[in-house]
């Protein structure tokens, strides 16, 4: 019965999955200006990370025009990749930005396990995992939501990577918000 009650879980996680994927783009919300260091915050309260584990914001971070609902999306995968990840006795994880001409360069950093460059393309692709499903539940569909959105605004999403010190995930944002684009 547990066999039974963790599969159906993971098939309720993956359709889930599939529906916020499929959302993007296709359902609009108005767009907003969003204080990202409220909105971090809450994402850090959500996931309420492990006391082993700080999650903080360098410096102050922006105020972007966005639908309120895929940033925090956005933010909440990276984050909780960060933490359900993590396998180091102390976790440290980064949440930046810099000025980059029209765009917002943003990274969020960690000290964990780190991902072997062979797999950086795979990991923003739709059910693509890096891990077992016994060890770390997972449907595959998390960062290529996040792709999907920061590609439907003009960004883009790239990984820097060293096995055994950790991940930065970096992502573009523009400054100025003309149309959302479909993706």
């Known amino acids: ?26 359902i609009k919300e108005d767009l907003t200006e969003v204080d990202l260091n409220e909105l971090i915050a809450g994402v850090i309260d ?16 922006p105020v972007i025009e966005c639908e309120r609902t895929r940033v925090t999306q956005m933010f909440q995968n990276l984050l909780a990749n960060a933490v359900k990840f ?3 006795p102390t976790g440290e994880v980064k949440v930046g930005c810099v000025e980059e001409g029209d765009f917002w ?16 393309d795979r990991i923003f692709r739709l059910f693509q995992t890096l891990t077992p499903r016994d060890e770390f539940e997972s449907t595959g569909v998390g960062l290529a939501l996040v792709k999907k959105i920061i590609e ?7 990984v820097e990577s060293a096995v ?5 995930f970096l992502f573009t944002w523009p400054k100025r918000q003309t149309e959302v684009h479909d993706v």
């Open 105 to 120: 360069r943003f990274h969020v950093a960690d000290n964990g396990p780190g991902i072997e460059e062979k797999y950086f």
């Open 152 to 158: 439907m605004y003009g960004g883009r999403i790239w």
């Open 86 to 88: 993590m396998d180091k």
């Open 46 to 61: 959500g996931i309420a990370p492990p006391e082993h584990i700080h999650i903080a914001a360098e410096g102050s971070l």
């Open 164 to 168: 055994g010190k950790g991940s930065t």
């Open 1 to 26: 019965l547990d066999l039974l009650q963790s599969r159906v879980a993971r098939m309720h996680n993956l359709i889930d999955g599939v529906l916020q994927y499929s959302r993007v783009g296709r």
